[in-house]
């Protein structure tokens, strides 16, 4: 009988969790950790909380599942572990000792710029003279490297005191590393959240990105494993939240605000970003015209007590930037930037 770890997660996807109805597997519950040994299998299996009531039961039922659809032969009791996501401590010492900031840019829900946001504060604070790196760690949507013009980009290696490091590229004044150098840009990511936080993590532990006056995060959309294993990952000095002005994406980012807030994570809110706060026309620029609604981040921020860093309009050149890789804040002669440098401006004062 050959095992092989997509065997036993076929398997285990015949186990629902009680409390919502997911089988393991989609629910990112299986740690990636499978290990086979002969007839020996082991791996673990991740909780919310130290008291699950239903960890016990699931336990029994992957092992029961493992013996059903493979095979009785398997040795499989006893060797699967629990783990609980309270586990997760925020890092006390900095991975990355010669960085002085490190911000991560924040979205509860994906398609509201938050990519774009990040790529703009980076090229901003570069232009403000501060050395700026910026890490992509949207690792199911990594545009980076288009916004930034080097899609055909491959990182390469330097070896320093006998290791190997990944040498971060450089474009607009950014060092910038991003998983998307690495795959396939036509083929889609289907990674569990285990595999994701391995891959962000050397790309943070094992590049080599010198020394940086801030380091932009731009963190995957939502909250899961993977900002956990990022705030495990790196002492965050600040967190900055991008929102639209519509209701679901405010409610999404007030979850954001939430996580960081947790006691177990504690990172700081620098502030909220309004992003297509209104559409100006490039033919009438004096025009305001509130598509997604008006002053939604404003309450937020002031709802939650967090300062409103700017508020960024719906303007086609932006957009254009991020297609043509030429972030909008590299162009001397676009108001658009102006409102990216003063974000900065704010995010450096503080």
């Known amino acids: ?70 095979s009785e032969n398997v040795d499989i009791k006893g060797n699967i572990k629990t783990k609980f996501k309270q586990e997760y401590k925020p890092a006390e010492t900095n991975a990355l000792p010669d960085v002085k900031n490190i911000i991560a840019v924040f979205s509860g829900k994906g398609g509201v710029g938050k990519s774009t946001v990040s790529a703009n504060l980076a090229v901003s604070l570069a232009k403000l003279g501060y050395k700026a790196g910026l890490l992509d760690a949207d690792i199911h949507g990594p545009s980076m490297p288009k916004m930034f013009g080097i899609e055909d980009a491959h990182p390469v290696m330097e070896e320093i005191n006998g290791k190997q490091y990944i040498v971060p590229m450089e474009a607009h004044g950014v060092k910038l590393l991003s998983i998307g150098f690495f795959v396939d840009p036509e083929s889609a990511l289907v990674w569990r959240g285990g595999m994701a936080s391995n891959a962000l993590r050397q790309l943070i532990n094992d590049a080599n990105w010198g020394e940086l006056d801030y380091f932009i995060v731009d963190m995957p959309p939502g909250t899961s494993d993977i900002h956990l294993a990022l705030v495990q990952a790196l002492k965050i000095s600040g967190a900055v939240i991008v929102t639209t002005p519509q209701d679901v994406a405010l409610a999404d980012a007030r979850k954001g605000i939430n996580m960081f807030r947790n006691e177990k994570i504690n990172v700081p809110i620098l502030g909220l970003v309004e992003n297509m706060a209104w559409f100006t026309p490039v033919e009438l620029p004096e025009n305001r015209y509130y598509i997604f609604g008006k002053d939604g981040g404003k309450r937020l921020a002031e709802k939650m007590n967090i300062p409103l860093l700017g508020e960024i309009p719906l303007v086609q050149s932006v957009c254009e930037g991020g297609d043509e890789g030429m972030p ?14 003063e974000i900065a401006k704010k995010i450096v004062k503080d």
């Open 1 to 70: 009988m050959q095992l092989y770890p997509k065997l036993i997660l076929d398997a285990l996807k015949n186990v629902r969790y009680p409390a919502s109805g997911k089988d393991i597997v989609s629910a990112e519950m299986v740690e990636d950790d499978i290990r086979i040994d002969g007839n020996r299998v082991s791996f673990s299996l991740v909780f919310e909380k130290q008291n699950d009531p239903f960890a016990k039961s699931v336990v029994k039922a992957s092992e029961q599942a493992i013996l059903t659809y493979i």
């Open 328 to 341: 909008v804040s590299c162009r001397e002669d676009s108001i658009s930037a102006s409102f990216f440098m």
